[in-house]
């Protein structure tokens, strides 16, 4: 079941995509949050990590900037900021919805190449080869 665009990108929150490894999100008027998280590694964001061989564990404080303004610096999250549960659950609907995404676009380019690959081995099976080996032997 997929969620809708329109329940996850309204007046509080919207998904700004990704910029220099971060997933950029909107909640509020102003502030901007940067979450940096692998595509192929899901946190489970509450609970005490470990992390995997190609990704290192998510901590809240160390994983996620806030830009008061789009026009400052980045600064890690405040202990008080980490006490709001909405921003927990608004930033891991966008963050997570959008990784769907990507992984799926990911997959479908994947998916591509590997048809090139087939219609390699469809020619293969069929003996259509041996003529195209012929024509470039005969050129």
């Known amino acids: 079941m997929s ?3 329109e329940k996850l990108n309204n007046d509080f929150r919207k998904n700004l995509g990704k910029r220099d490894g971060y997933y950029c999100v909107r909640l509020g ?4 949050y940067m979450v940096e998280i692998g595509l192929d590694y899901t946190p489970n ?3 005490k990590q470990i992390g995997t061989k190609t990704a290192r564990p998510f901590f809240w404080s160390e994983h996620v900037l806030v830009k008061d303004d789009e026009h400052l610096e980045p600064r890690k999250l405040t202990d008080r900021e980490l006490e709001l549960a909405w921003i927990k659950s608004n930033l891991r ?3 997570n919805y959008q990784r769907v995404l990507d992984r ?3 997959r479908r380019h994947e998916n591509v190449r ?4 087939s219609i390699e081995q469809l020619r293969y099976k069929r003996g259509n080869w041996k ?3 012929r024509v470039e ?3």
């Not at 008027?29 to 901007?32: A, R």
């Not at 590997?114 to 690959?117: F, Q, V």
């Open 45 to 47: 964001f509450d609970k």
């Open 93 to 95: 609907a966008v963050v």
């Open 114 to 117: 590997m048809n090139d690959r």
């Open 104 to 106: 799926d676009a990911k």
């Open 131 to 133: 003529h195209h080996w």
């Open 137 to 139: 032997q005969n050129a």
């Open 29 to 32: 008027p102003k502030k901007i």
């Open 3 to 5: 969620i809708p665009t």
